[in-house]
């Protein structure tokens, strides 16, 4: 019989004898995996399908072959932008080769004073982007409502032939822009009109751009004539301007 000094600390389950250890079932391992590290999972999936959705964006993003700005100081009727892209591609060509023809319309509304500035923030974000678009040489062509307003704050405007107006001297704006009105190219475009929220018919985009000018941007003495795309893009664009202006 074992000394009571060597078993004073002994529980009478201690003196069990040990149990075969429990196999898990395959359902019992799953179980147990997915208790202990579902979030892992979870998180692993969720992360994945971000990268996924990331990558199926780019591949399939559509990168317009031009962009034509609107610059406003009011805004323009709902659809405006729609409606001018998909009737101007006739007149345009597939720049970047990808077998379609896109045509990009930028709507930028800047009021000239506080009354005129529905929304600050807007306001903000429509300047931004604009510096943005102009940095970039994204729009060689725009349509203007306020020609000499928005020539003094951007001096973002060339004349027809392509030429920039002189540091320092006033525009001569006869030369700066054609209207709408007075081109048949742009007038003879089916442009439909806008929609309101019960359904009945909005502006007509037609009578609505009427008194609008097509511009070209500068771009003799700027960093788009070092960029031999930027100046074929400029070129092209030009070319399209030259036709659209034909009277």
């Known amino acids: 019989m074992a000394s009571p000094r060597y078993t004073l600390n002994i529980k009478p389950e201690d003196l069990q004898p040990e149990q075969p250890k429990h196999e898990m079932t395959g359902k019992e391992k799953r179980e147990n ?12 999936i969720v992360a994945a399908l971000m990268v996924f959705s ?13 962009t034509i700005g609107i610059l406003t100081t009011t805004g323009v009727p709902m659809g405006t932008g729609e409606a001018l892209a998909e009737q101007l591609k006739p007149y345009f060509d597939d720049r ?11 709507e930028y509304t800047i009021g000239k004073d506080a009354d005129s500035i529905a929304d600050p923030n807007v306001q903000m974000a429509n300047i931004t982007k604009l510096s943005g678009d102009i940095d ?12 000499e307003y928005f020539q003094e704050q951007y001096m ?11 540091e320092g001297e006033t525009p001569d704006y006869a030369r700066m822009g054609v209207r709408w009105g007075d081109c048949p190219a742009l007038t003879s475009l089916e442009l439909g009109a806008s929609e309101n929220f019960d359904g009945s018919q909005g502006y007509d985009y037609q009578t609505f751009l009427q008194d609008y000018k097509l511009v070209p941007r500068v ?19 030009m070319s399209v301007f030259h036709t659209l202006t034909r009277q």
Request: aromatic content about 18%; glycine content about 8%.
């Open 96 to 106: 970047n080769g990808d077998g379609e023809v896109v045509v990009s319309v930028m």
């Open 136 to 147: 970039g040489g994204e729009s060689m062509l725009f349509l203007v409502d306020d020609m």
């Open 156 to 166: 973002l405007f060339a004349y027809n032939d392509g030429t920039s107006p002189a």
């Open 54 to 66: 990331f990558v199926w964006e780019i591949a399939t993003q559509v990168h317009p072959d031009y």
């Open 219 to 237: 771009y003799t003495g700027t960093k788009l004539e070092k960029d031999e795309d930027a100046a074929a893009y400029y070129e092209k664009a």
């Open 33 to 44: 995996f997915w208790f202990y590290h579902k979030w892992h999972v979870i998180v692993g």
